[in-house]
């Protein structure tokens, strides 16, 4: 019999909550069950368990993966130049393509007993990082075969043989993997796809046999031009009943080779002028047996779990990873430039609007590898970090963007014109690709992290909607009177906490001893509490309209996002030593993430539809304005950090490629070397007030001092310079005669094909 409480209290919620909640979709619940929680989960409980953060071993690379990376990742970096990629040759050259596939790049997920190299997440993760600083083109080459596609679906869902029949001819690049998922009709909403296939019987190899016939016209596809082997998401139907009771079985995900009639690829999209290979692909009529499902058949139906699933891990690497790498890349030539660079005889370096850039990308570079780091450390733990991987994935995109802005910026008119020597603005053109691919920003921060965050990481939603989607009455009650009162008292200590910590600015927060940082995980622990107690309001006010509310879910999703990277941060400066020089880049990002977090709080608050709950929430969390941005010092010091050579220095830039014959790179860093070495001079000659002829004169400088002045000028001369082009040179970028300027023009895009109705069958 139920109990008082049951009866009096949980019944009448229990009705309300299952009429205002409504039910998952079989999408939504594949996207919740194919991640799991991690340290997102602690941020979210509003008392975070300090001990559990610092717990993570930080990631360290193999002796194979440190060799990889010092030998063929350095080789294939000398081997591809973007300007030459998207200017002259629209690809990769072929020693470049047949160097990453004797050297099973495209196979760094695949297990080395299938003949790949079985690495880390890190070491994937390092080595699209160091990539990225020299193409973006390359880059994007080795991510996409190690992200989303073929080698990640077979790994993980693969029947044996499929997985011996396939991973060895990935690994080693006879094989060319593209994995076909957008569409015209279907971008963010994967659901209205019309790609489908149609269970019959046809022709395989001389044998009919139980298969699937495809049409489908997809876009956006990586590697699609080149591809051997197309993994294919699309609808399956079943009119016919040859495999069951059930027409319309659902996404299902296959193997489709290149080579079949009716399989068109070839022509390709210019991505953001970027010109790696990526285009179309159309499938009209093709046949493949049903043992091409990969997984098998009985994985018909299951391709949006297993996209969510594989997601969970590649959308943490590979973006990010070209993220980090462009954050990093700007920090290191911005503030070299802004060391060599000179108006009103001061390095523009010392000026204040130049210091402000330059702060904030070095902090950013600080905190965001911070974040990659932790990342790729619980991904190397087994776990399938699907809501942290949508944060990194949308804010190291989001911060390259900022970075790149950043670095647009104080180069100024450099920057702007393009050529070999311009090294910035390729990664200018890649920021909407970044921006934009395995998930739009837009959506991932609007609906993904806090829209997944909230129901994975909050201690009991997940246990109450379970409770409330149980179609047995007596079970369903019983779930929930469970799930609801402990929920209750979660609520409610998570009141009394967050109002505490915010009448005391969250002095007396719970934080481990970590010197001058412990006042950070103080902050933290108050802003979690008032997030925790924030969300709870806004399940209970909102319910199912949450969801729907995505300029509140969004900045939610930025409060988590902040959070996140902070304590990335925290956890970096205790790893390293508790560095005392990179304290300016801590507290920067803590006092921009403080005030980042204020700001979206005090926005949700204002904007909660029930006004009632959101004077009493603004009483308890006191999201006003006493978290301001960094100042004018710490943002000086922080720039200081890039404006001078140091150990620090090195960390905040990382691993990063040095350039080659000439370029802009390397000039770049031997000018900066050299205006470091002649700065002593310089100082004296400045003081003397004389030219350098003077002072040599004079016996001021020395003969050798004299060529170092000269040798720095030379330097600093090819630094500021700017490519310019004679008529015939612009031409021979552009050769597109008048004659054939009809034949050049893009084809329109291809439209959704209508399958044919009539199938063969037995």
């Not at 609808?235 to 069951?244: F, T, V």
């Not at 921060?445 to 109450?464: C, D, K, N, V, Y």
């Not at 609520?491 to 109002?499: E, V």
């Not at 005090?602 to 009493?616: E, K, M, Q, S, T």
Request: some cysteine; overall charge neutral; proline content about 6%.
């Amino acid at each position: 019999m139920a109990s008082f409480r049951t009866r009096v209290f949980t019944k009448p919620i229990h009705a309300w909550a299952k009429a205002a909640l409504p039910a998952l979709s079989e999408t939504e619940s594949e996207a919740l069950n194919a991640g799991e929680v991690w340290w997102e989960a602690e941020l979210f409980s509003g008392n975070p368990d300090w001990s559990r953060l610092h717990a993570v071993k930080p990631p360290t690379l193999s002796a194979a993966e440190q060799a990889f990376l010092d030998g063929p990742v350095q080789q294939l970096c000398g081997l591809v130049d973007d300007w030459q990629i998207n200017h002259e040759t629209a690809d990769l050259p072929p020693e470049a393509w047949q160097f990453l596939r004797d050297n099973r790049f495209f196979g760094m997920i695949i297990p080395e007993s299938y003949g790949g190299l079985g690495f880390s997440a890190f070491a994937h993760s390092e080595i699209v990082r160091y990539i990225s600083t020299r193409s973006i083109a390359a880059a994007v080459t080795v991510m996409v075969p190690n992200s989303l596609g073929p080698g990640e679906l077979l790994h993980m869902f693969g029947t044996e043989a499929q997985k011996d029949q396939w991973l060895p001819r990935l690994a080693d690049g006879r094989e060319l993997p593209a994995f076909g998922l957008t569409s015209a009709e279907a971008g963010s909403d994967a659901g209205a796809m019309i790609d489908e296939g149609v269970i019959c019987n046809g022709d395989w190899q001389g044998q009919t046999v139980l298969g699937i016939r495809l049409t489908w016209a997809k876009r956006y596809i990586t590697l699609a031009p080149v591809c051997t082997v197309l993994g294919l998401a699309f609808k399956l139907r079943d009119p016919y009943g040859l495999l069951g009771d059930t027409p319309d079985i659902g996404i299902t995900c296959a193997l489709v080779p290149t080579d079949l009639e009716g399989v068109e690829t070839g022509r390709r999209h210019i991505p953001s002028s970027t010109l790696f290979m990526n285009g179309p692909t159309t499938g009209t009529d093709v046949f493949i047996p049903l043992e091409n499902i990969i997984g098998g058949p009985e994985y018909a139906g299951k391709g949006w779990m297993m996209l969510m699933a594989a997601l969970a891990a590649g959308r943490g690497i590979s973006l990010p990873s070209m993220g980090c790498a462009a954050i990093a890349f700007c920090a290191h030539t911005t503030g070299a430039y802004a060391r060599i660079r000179q108006q009103f005889n001061l390095p523009i370096g010392k000026f204040g609007g130049i210091q402000a850039r330059l702060g904030r990308l070095a902090a950013d570079a600080y905190a965001m590898e911070a974040a990659r780091h932790l990342t790729c450390a619980g991904l190397d733990e087994g776990r399938a970090l699907s809501v942290i991987s949508a944060i990194m994935k949308a804010h190291a995109t989001f911060r390259m963007r900022e970075a790149v802005n950043d670095a647009m910026d104080v180069h100024s008119g450099k920057a702007v014109i393009d050529g070999p020597s311009n090294y910035l603005l390729p990664l200018y053109r890649a920021v909407p690709i970044g921006i934009t691919v395995e998930g739009a920003n837009i959506v991932t921060r609007s609906l993904i992290i806090f829209g997944q965050g909230s129901i994975r990481a909050h201690p009991h939603m997940l246990e109450t909607m379970l409770a409330l989607q149980e179609p047995d009455a007596e079970k369903s009650l019983e779930m929930f009177d469970k799930s609801l009162w402990a929920h209750v008292g979660h609520t409610t200590k998570t009141l009394f906490r967050a109002w505490g910590r915010a009448l005391t600015g969250g002095r007396f927060a719970p934080a481990p001893a970590a010197g001058a940082a412990t006042p950070i995980y103080r902050q933290l622990a108050r802003w979690s509490a008032a997030y925790a107690l924030t969300a709870d309001v806004l399940f209970l006010t909102l319910g199912g309209a949450l969801k729907r509310n995505e300029m509140i879910s969004g900045r939610m999703g930025d409060i988590l996002s902040e959070m996140y990277i902070l304590s990335a941060a925290l956890k970096r400066w205790q790893d390293e030593g508790r560095q005392e020089a990179d304290l300016p880049l801590l507290r920067y990002a803590a006092a921009q993430s403080f005030n980042r977090i204020q700001t979206s709080l005090d926005a949700v608050v204002a904007n909660l539809p029930a006004r009632w709950a959101a004077w009493i929430l603004r009483g308890l969390t006191l999201p006003g304005a006493t978290q301001r941005k960094p100042d004018d010092r710490l943002t000086a010091a922080c720039s200081d950090l890039l404006f001078h050579p140091s150990a620090t220095r090195d960390r905040i830039t990382g691993r990063l490629f040095g350039g080659r014959d000439g370029d802009g790179v390397q000039v770049l860093n031997a000018c900066y070397a050299k205006v470091v070495q002649m700065a002593p001079v310089m100082k004296r000659l400045r003081e003397a007030r004389k030219t350098p002829a003077e002072a040599l004169a004079a016996g001021i400088l020395s003969d050798a001092e004299m060529a170092g002045i000269a040798a720095m000028t030379a330097l600093v001369d090819q630094v500021i310079a700017v490519d310019d082009y004679t008529s015939d040179a612009l031409a021979a970028l552009f050769p597109c005669p008048a004659s054939d300027r009809t034949a050049a023009r893009a084809r329109p895009a291809h439209q959704g094909v209508t399958p044919r109705p009539e199938e063969t069958q037995s």
